[in-house]
T-cell receptor
């Protein structure tokens, strides 16, 4: 079985400061890891993914995420937060490639304070 | 940029009624999915569909649910006899082999 944990319900950060949204995962095989963002009354927008290769992956809107196999983590980061980054962020995992389902975490609300 | 579209954006129905939620996946995608998100809860997988058949389904996807790809573009989710607890946001997604792209969702309200 695959699972994702997002330990923080909410993260508050001041505009211009770096932000981190935490995620840990559990899969039996090779993890395919994703971050999605959801703005109010909107769908899920894909931000970035890790499949293989460099542990630091870069995505949309200046976000990046670091894959750490030993800690089974895939934390989302951004060097300088914007007020417009305020949204709900979901980490997701899939056990391997192909068409298998994606399992989502509970989501972390990011609040960027002006 | 191509995107997944869903209609309607909001559906209100009475308990016991049938509803059909519609999705148009990205045209060159091969795999199709339905997920749901009950208000304040996480996104849950319902079903995946490939090559005109269900490839995987969750325990939520019981006999009241069905999916269909009636033509080359649409992908539908039918809920046969809606219950109050079916009230949720329903997301369609599609993919080739990598990330899944999600539609904006249909908010289903069962009264």
């Amino acid at each position: 079985a695959q699972s994702v944990a997002q330990p923080e319900d909410q993260v508050n950060v001041a505009e211009g400061n770096p932000l981190t949204v935490k995620c840990t995962y559990s899969v039996s095989g090779n993890p395919y890891l994703f971050w999605y963002v959801q703005y109010p009354n909107r769908g899920l927008q894909f931000l970035l993914k890790y499949i293989t290769g460099d542990n630091l992956v870069k995505g949309s809107y200046g976000f990046e995420a670091e894959f750490n196999k030993s800690q089974t983590s895939f934390h989302l980061k951004k060097p300088s937060a914007l007020v417009s980054d305020s949204a709900l962020y979901f980490c997701a995992v899939r056990d391997g490639g192909g068409y298998q389902k994606v399992t989502f975490g509970i989501g972390t609300k990011l609040q960027v304070i002006p | 940029e191509p995107e997944v579209t869903q209609t309607p954006s909001h559906q209100v129905t009475q308990m016991g009624q049938e509803v059909i939620l519609r999705c148009v996946p990205i045209s060159n995608h091969l795999y199709f999915y339905w997920y749901r998100q009950i208000l304040g809860q996480k996104v849950e997988f319902l079903v995946s569909f490939y090559n005109n058949e269900i490839s995987e389904k969750s325990e939520i996807f019981d006999d009241q649910f069905s999916v269909e790809r009636p033509d080359g573009s649409n992908f539908t989710l039918k809920i046969r006899s809606t219950k109050l607890e079916d009230s949720a946001m329903y997301f369609c997604a599609s993919s080739r082999m990598g990330e899944q792209y999600f539609g904006p969702g249909t908010r289903l309200t069962v009264t």
